[in-house]
T-cell receptor, first 118, second 111 residues
Framework: NAGVMQNPRHLVRRRGQEARLRCSPM?????VYWYRQLPEEGLKFMVY????????ESGMPKERFSAEFPKEGPSILRIQQVVRGDSAAYFC????????????????FGEGSWLTVV | SQQGEEDPQALSIQEGENATMNCSYK?????LQWYRQNSGRGLVHLIL?????REKHSGRLRVTLDTSKKSSSLLITASRAADTASYFC???????????FGKGTTLSVSS
């Protein structure tokens, strides 16, 4: 069973360029989460998506960041016009189902995508 | 915020010793989870304890939960160098849509 797959593992972008990070959830999982981890800090929730729907984007910066999880293909986290402060590790996680009535599900993380903005 | 906060931030011990990490949270929960992160890697789920449980064991791991104090502890017994990692507690937000993590405890086990 393949786990959560993220690519690229490492990405270098110049200021002003766009970064696209991809995430394929575990087989059978239809819920995807994106987190950001700054150096020496914990994970910060960014967004929770189901297929073709954004469920909770309360952690997403208002500008330059967007996420999607299309009917077919991986989830994409897109960062436009990157700045040095965007340098971080971006983690994707997936779960089979989630809801307030079933919020005990473990979520499974990928190995992360390390973005460096130069 | 329902974020857990771990204590201590960093812990250094010798192999064979026990390591205890604590987590405090702010609001009522259905469950609390502990994760481990090795340097440069993703997070790995360790254990989940439900709000009606007081203690749970998994191998060398022992987790306790005190809902009256809104706190949990993770005990690693007979630590090994391979236990060197950061450990995070996590609880769901009130909407049940996001698992919120604390800043973690960095454990260093020397041989």
């Amino acid at each position: 069973n393949a786990g959560v797959m993220q690519n690229p593992r490492h990405l270098v972008r110049r200021r002003g360029q766009e970064a696209r990070l991809r995430c394929s959830p575990m087989k059978g999982h239809s819920h995807v989460y994106w987190y950001r981890q700054l150096p020496e800090e914990g994970l910060k929730f960014m967004v929770y998506l189901q297929k073709e729907n954004i469920i909770d984007e309360s952690g997403m910066p208002k500008e330059r960041f967007s996420a999607e999880f299309p009917k077919e293909g991986p989830s994409i986290l897109r960062i436009q016009q990157v700045v040095r402060g965007d340098s971080a590790a971006y983690f994707c996680a997936s779960s089979p189902s989630l809801g307030p009535e079933n919020s005990g599900n473990t979520i499974y993380f990928g190995e992360g995508s390390w973005l460096t903005v130069v | 915020s329902q974020q857990g906060e771990e204590d201590p931030q960093a812990l250094s011990i010798q192999e064979g010793e026990n390591a205890t990490m604590n987590c405090s949270y702010k609001t009522s929960i259905n469950n609390l989870q502990w994760y481990r992160q090795n340097s440069g890697r993703g997070l790995v789920h360790l254990i989940l304890i439900r709000s009606n449980e007081r203690e749970k064991h998994s191998g060398r791991l022992r987790v306790t939960l005190d809902t009256s104090k809104k706190s949990s502890s993770l005990l690693i017994t007979a630590s090994r160098a391979a236990d060197t990692a950061s450990y995070f507690c996590a609880t769901y937000n009130q909407a049940g849509t996001a698992l919120i993590f604390g800043k973690g405890t960095t454990l260093s086990v020397s041989s």
